[in-house]
């Protein structure tokens, strides 16, 4: 039953009163999409694995320059008795252990912005989803929220796939959970939003972002002598002229591709 005033003491599953004025959460949140930023939760068994990795490199940095809000979201809370299981073994019988969707979807819940009009993506990290490439990671970096769910040992209950918005894998290989393939795909997003990287630094000109592989990269020494050979850079890049290195390296990338990656020349 709604209550007629605005402040009800009970409010029912996903109600809010119309007219509340925005608590400081509401505001955060307006503040947060104003200045483009992403949030990422990893929900994981191992919060200390990811929480570590984060104080390291791109994530670390988008952080400290608060770009990027990053937090661990411990999966054990949400188990149930007093060992706080979060896993039981399959209906049907078989080897290993699954996780219940119950406990899973309190996770997701939990951490998901209770702002509806956030863009918000849920994933579910499983060798059964999308491969993940650049492309994803474009679109995955449009977003204002990823919730990365990692699984353990055998898998998931299958009904928890109804609470996702997107499965994603990050190769034909299996792992022991998700959190790897959660950072995999934080660090490729990250380094695709504004801000992240440094001004100098574009990832426009890099491998894959126009589905190609990159030039090759030369740096000092000009001459480097090795194993009784002389191992040159090529005399175009030391030639000051920005058009026909910009030429050379075009041509580099692709031929490199063509070599390497047929697979991605077809696909343009
Ligand atoms: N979990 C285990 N293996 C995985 C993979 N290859 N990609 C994504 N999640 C996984």
Redesign the pocket.
């Known amino acids: 039953m709604t209550s007629s005033s605005n402040y009800p003491l009970v409010l029912e599953i996903n109600q809010t009163p119309q007219s509340s004025p925005p608590g400081w959460a509401e505001v955060a949140e307006f503040v947060f999409k104003l200045m483009k930023k992403i949030s990422i939760k990893i929900i994981t068994l191992f919060p200390g694995f990811t929480d570590h990795y984060a104080t390291f490199g791109i994530i670390a940095r988008a952080v400290k320059n608060k770009i990027v809000k990053f937090a661990s979201v411990d999966l054990r809370p949400f188990g149930v008795d007093a060992r706080k299981t979060v896993d039981d073994r399959p209906y049907g019988g078989g080897v290993g252990m699954v996780l219940r969707p119950d406990i899973v979807y309190k996770a997701i819940m939990r951490s998901k912005s209770k702002v509806e009009s956030r863009k918000s993506k849920v994933i579910l990290?499983?060798?059964q989803?999308k491969t993940?490439s650049q492309k994803l990671a474009q679109e995955l970096a449009e977003q204002e929220e990823l919730v990365f769910v990692?699984?353990r040992y055998e898998g998931f209950d299958e009904r928890i796939r109804k609470f996702v918005d997107i499965e994603?894998?990050?190769?034909?290989?299996?792992?022991?959970?998700?959190e790897l393939?959660a950072l995999v795909i934080s660090e490729a997003v990250l380094r695709l939003v504004p801000g992240v990287l440094g001004k100098d630094h574009s990832a426009d000109k890099e491998s894959f972002s126009e589905q190609m592989l990159e030039y090759p990269q030369y740096t000092k020494p000009e001459v480097w002598e090795v194993g009784g050979k002389r191992l040159r850079v090529p005399k175009v890049l030391l030639s000051g002229n920005h058009a026909r290195i910009d030429a050379w390296r075009a041509a580099e990338a692709r031929k490199r591709t063509k070599k390497r990656r047929p697979d991605l020349l077809d696909a343009i």
């Open positions: 990290l499983t060798p989803g993940f990692c699984g994603i894998s990050i190769g034909d290989y299996v792992l022991m959970g998700g393939p």
